[in-house]
């Protein structure tokens, strides 16, 4: 998830447009790591230090880091550390948009430097994503106000995790805002018993088409019953449990209405619905929660 909220923070910032960081997010699985970027969110080299090693690489036939071990910035062990290591998906976000020239090694070490700052963010945090951690992010980002605020960022705390799990990581969370207007083309389902919400998928046909394809893992091309019907039952899916989740929190029991989809509807009435965008490589799908 901080790969996720990285991406929010660089739109924030005006690093990258929304157009480059979707074209990132998809190609992000294709992207070799470096082993300078690599050494950057380790604290073990600056931007400057990176960019002399790669001028002094262009006048010899060594590796990388072989030229930096010889310059003493790294030491033979650090490299092989470095380099044997899984990288964070924010590493690979980051490499990919240097790659792509859509940023500098040096805005990518400040902006990296400063999310961390900003958001209490410790390496270690990356390698151990917990429930806790993410739901402290999501609390931290959306900073939820109504009566309902705790199951609020439970609630969307688990949405991502379900989104990175069922349909992919190549996302973005946008900032929250109120419903206006009437919703088209969105699955609704409602949640009764100890605690009453109404909860929304809403995307235009493409978004929608694309997001079923991920979730039933087959290729779809017609907006029809089906793709409707895979996008409810993800849907149905993560209030399920929801549902469990607050049970076991809460004592409180739960019970899920069955899904409906609509072309159109108008819930104007929903005066305390929050809208949580999420931009993904292939479009944006909002969530819409009211409890």
Do not use: W
């Not at 999310?115 to 931290?140: A, G, P, Q």
């Not at 946008?174 to 809403?202: F, N, P, W």
């Not at 989740?245 to 009435?269: A, F, H, M, R, T």
Request: net charge negative.
């Amino acid at each position: 998830m901080f790969t996720q909220f990285f991406g929010n923070y660089l739109l924030n910032q005006n690093l990258v447009s929304p157009e480059n960081l979707a074209e990132a997010l998809q190609q992000q699985s294709r992207t070799r790591m470096k082993l300078g970027v690599l050494a950057i969110n380790e604290g073990l080299l600056t931007a400057d230090q990176v960019e002399k090693a790669h001028n002094e690489q262009q006048h010899s036939d060594m590796r990388i880091g072989d030229v930096m071990v010889g310059m003493g910035l790294l030491t033979k062990n650090q490299v092989d550390s470095l380099l044997s290591a899984q990288p964070s998906g924010h590493l690979l976000l980051g490499q990919t948009l240097v790659d792509k020239g859509y940023m500098t090694t040096s805005q990518f070490e400040f902006a990296l430097s400063s999310y961390k700052r900003e958001n209490s963010i410790k390496d270690d945090d990356f390698k151990n994503v917990d429930d806790n951690t993410v739901r402290r992010l999501v609390d931290h980002f959306y900073s939820f106000d109504s009566n309902g605020a705790i199951y609020m960022t439970s609630y969307v705390s688990l949405l991502f995790r379900n989104l990175v799990r069922f349909i992919g990581d190549d996302f973005t969370p946008m900032d929250a805002h109120a419903l206006y207007g009437t919703v088209l083309k969105c699955i609704e389902q409602r949640i009764s018993g100890g605690l009453s919400a109404i909860t929304l998928i809403d995307a235009d046909a493409p978004t929608m088409i694309e997001f079923a394809s991920r979730f039933a893992k087959e290729n779809l091309t017609n907006d029809d019953e089906y793709t409707h019907a895979c996008v409810s039952e993800f849907l149905n899916l993560n209030n399920g449990l929801f549902a469990v989740n607050v049970s076991n929190d809460s004592g409180l029991e739960l019970k899920l209405e069955p899904q409906s989809y609509y072309d159109s509807l108008d819930i104007k009435s929903l005066t305390d619905a929050c809208v949580i965008p999420v931009r993904f490589s292939f479009g944006e799908v909002d969530f819409i929660i009211s409890m």
